[in-house]
């Protein structure tokens, strides 16, 4: 199986020059974890998660007031924050290849991308997970129904 069976197409994608309100705003919108960072050519050029943007507030979480947060939040960049360079995959690249960069790496998505760098996708540990889910219930569910049928 191949990364653009199960990766996520709808991308909210962003400019590394916005500021973390606006990243604040899609991760409080959408179920999203993971944003890709692009340039004015729609290439790659970071991925910012929401990990990411909690660690960029951590420092000032506890003392500020949300006044003070806000002014941050307006203020700091998303590529201040962002992680750079991305390790991505073309759309053609296996699931269990994939999963295995995410161990080897300790991260929780990878992009996907065309042969000019402009991403096309997301996939995460939780795209591989529930395949390997839906496989395993699959393979249980005919272990149980060839028993059945033993029977």
């Known amino acids: 199986m191949q990364v653009s069976a199960i990766m996520t197409r709808k991308l909210?994608?962003?400019?590394?020059?916005?500021s973390?309100?606006?990243?604040?705003?899609?991760?409080?919108?959408?179920?999203f974890q993971h944003v890709p960072v692009i340039n004015a050519g729609r290439r790659l050029v970071g991925i910012v998660s929401v990990k990411d943007y909690f660690k960029a507030?951590?420092?000032?979480?506890?003392?500020?007031?949300?006044?003070?947060?806000?002014i941050f939040v307006s203020s700091r960049k998303i590529k201040h924050v962002m992680t750079s360079p991305v390790i991505s995959v073309?759309?053609?690249?296996?699931?269990?290849k994939a999963a295995a960069l995410l161990l080897k790496?300790?991260?929780?998505c990878l992009a996907?991308?065309?042969?000019?760098?402009?991403?096309?996708?997301?996939?995460s540990w939780k795209d591989i997970m529930r395949v390997v889910v839906l496989q395993a219930a699959r393979k249980s569910r005919l272990a149980h129904d060839s028993r059945q049928e033993e029977e």
């Open 57 to 70: 507030l951590a420092p000032i979480m506890d003392a500020a007031s949300e006044k003070t947060l806000d």
């Open 20 to 31: 973390l309100a606006v990243l604040k705003d899609i991760f409080n919108q959408s179920k």
């Open 90 to 96: 073309p759309e053609d690249y296996p699931v269990v």
């Open 12 to 18: 909210t994608m962003v400019d590394p020059e916005m």
């Open 105 to 108: 790496h300790n991260i929780g």
């Open 112 to 123: 996907v991308t065309d042969q000019d760098d402009v991403a096309i996708g997301i996939v």
